[in-house]
């Protein structure tokens, strides 16, 4: 069965450096996700992404965070200065459409970023 | 605004035992709403769905029923196992410029002892 695989699964950095946080959403999907869950807390939407642009993006996606699709298969978070806030689990997401028939979002196992 | 609201937990139950988590929800317009499981150190998992009002989703012998009238997807199941002890979120969805984003509710733990 296909689905979302993310790397790493744990990142460990420093206050400060930059990390890319790597996604292969389902390979026929065509809109792509990133959520994030501070431990204990509610998972929450960051950004949206189709036809190679941000479709939507959340308050919390500010100018340190940005996305990219690389090339056919990969999908990318990149937070340039990490905060200590940053640290939170990000989960990717994917589904095939985007209307009401095709809304189902198919979930990676998540990487854990930790900030130190 | 859009939001959804769970019961808080933790929920701690003897297996075999009846389970409901409730979830309402707000939304300007029709939602698709949705429960979430995730289980210790994974992932986000589709449990089951509803997109239109009266539908009832189903997996696992879990269910929920699309309430319009109580804005209400309650999660329920006759029996719980020890292997259903994780984390339950509803979720709802709206089509917001045809780029769905999830709304989710702040999670309720279950705990289901021997």
């Known amino acids: 069965e296909p689905e979302v695989t993310q790397t790493p699964s744990h990142q460990v950095t420093q206050m400060g450096q930059e990390v890319i946080l790597r996604c292969v959403p389902i390979?026929?999907?065509?809109?792509f996700y990133w959520y994030r869950q501070i431990l204990g807390q509610k998972v929450e939407f960051l950004v949206s992404?189709?036809?190679?642009?941000?479709?939507?993006k959340s308050e919390i996606f500010d100018d340190q965070f940005s996305v990219e699709r690389p090339d056919g298969s990969n999908f990318t978070l990149k937070i340039r200065s990490t905060k200590l806030e940053d640290s939170a689990m990000y989960f990717c997401?994917?589904?095939?459409?985007?209307?009401?028939?095709?809304?189902?979002?198919?979930f990676g196992p998540g990487t854990r970023l930790t900030v130190l | 605004g859009n939001s959804v609201t769970q019961m808080e937990g933790p929920v701690t139950l003897s297996e075999e035992a009846f389970l409901t988590i409730n979830c309402t929800y707000t939304a300007t317009g029709y939602p698709s709403l949705f429960w979430y499981v995730q289980y210790p150190g994974e992932g986000l998992q589709l449990l089951l769905k509803?997109?239109?009002?009266?539908d009832k989703g189903s997996n696992k012998g879990f269910e929920a029923t699309y309430r319009k009238e109580t804005t209400s997807f309650h999660l329920e199941k006759g029996s719980v196992q020890v292997s259903d002890s994780a984390v339950y979120f509803c979720?709802?969805?709206?089509?917001?410029?045809?780029?769905?984003?999830?709304?989710f509710g702040a999670g309720t733990r279950l705990a289901v002892h021997p």
């Open positions: 979720a709802l969805i709206l089509i917001s410029g045809g780029y769905n984003k999830l709304i």
């Open positions: 992404f189709y036809n190679n642009e941000i479709s939507e």
């Open positions: 390979s026929n999907h065509l809109y």
């Open positions: 509803a997109t239109k009002a009266d």
């Open positions: 997401a994917s589904s095939e459409g985007g209307g009401v028939s095709y809304n189902e979002q198919f």
